[in-house]
T-cell receptor, first 112, second 109 residues
């Protein structure tokens, strides 16, 4: 059982480049989330989805877009990367709101 | 914001001692969860306590919840080197889980 899988695990981008982080879960969860974690800042919610075809903004959505075309996948896009987006990104999923959240192993993104 | 805030930010104890971490939050909650994060890894769920519960146990973990004070505590008894990690509380509100900044726990052999 793979759980939550994120790709890629590491990526270096130049300022202004675009990229997409892919998250896949095999637990048939309705809810999916993208968080970013910066030193001393804990986890901050970027965007989340409560079901296939839905997305919603979290605490820090600016500069990111998301899509949930399939229930098992949640994509996080950076259209024009900035150094401030250097961070560790975590995808997560849960069956419903308030249930246990299962996290991926993280994606380390550096924007130079 | 209903973000949880952990206290202390860092805690260093000797192996075998008990470790206590606290979490405070600002608004009413449905439940409160504790997670652990080993360095360079994703978060792992430890325990969930519902708003109508006051105490919950899981192995060496004991969690308390005081909704009148909007606070929770996580006690790890008989600590081990493998307990070295960051610990986060997370509160559930409308459709999403909001995390605090975490407590960095170091267990010294």
């Amino acid at each position: 059982n793979a759980g939550v899988t994120q790709t890629p695990k590491f990526r270096v981008l130049k300022t202004g480049q675009s990229m997409t982080l892919l998250c896949a879960q095999d637990m048939n969860h309705e809810y999916m989330y993208w968080y970013r974690q910066d030193p001393g800042m804990g986890l901050r919610l970027i965007h989340y989805s409560v079901g296939e075809g839905t997305t919603a903004k979290g605490e820090v959505p600016d500069g990111y877009n998301v899509s949930r075309l399939k229930k098992q996948n949640f994509l996080l896009g950076l259209e024009s990367a900035a150094p401030s987006q250097t961070s560790v990104y975590f995808c997560a999923s849960s069956r419903l709101s308030g249930n246990t959240i299962y996290f991926g192993e993280g994606s380390w993104l550096t924007v130079v | 914001s209903q973000q949880g805030e952990e206290d202390p930010q860092a805690l260093s104890i000797q192996e075998g001692e008990n470790a206590t971490m606290n979490c405070s939050y600002k608004t009413s909650i449905n439940n409160l969860q504790w997670y652990r994060q080993n360095s360079g890894r994703g978060l792992v769920h430890l325990i969930l306590i519902r708003s109508n519960e006051r105490e919950k146990h899981s192995g060496r973990l004991r969690v308390t919840l005081d909704t009148s004070k909007k606070s929770s505590s996580l006690l790890i008894t008989a600590s081990r080197a493998a307990d070295t990690a960051s610990y986060f509380c997370a509160t559930t509100g409308a459709q999403k889980l909001v995390f605090g900044q975490g407590t960095r726990l170091t267990i010294n052999p």
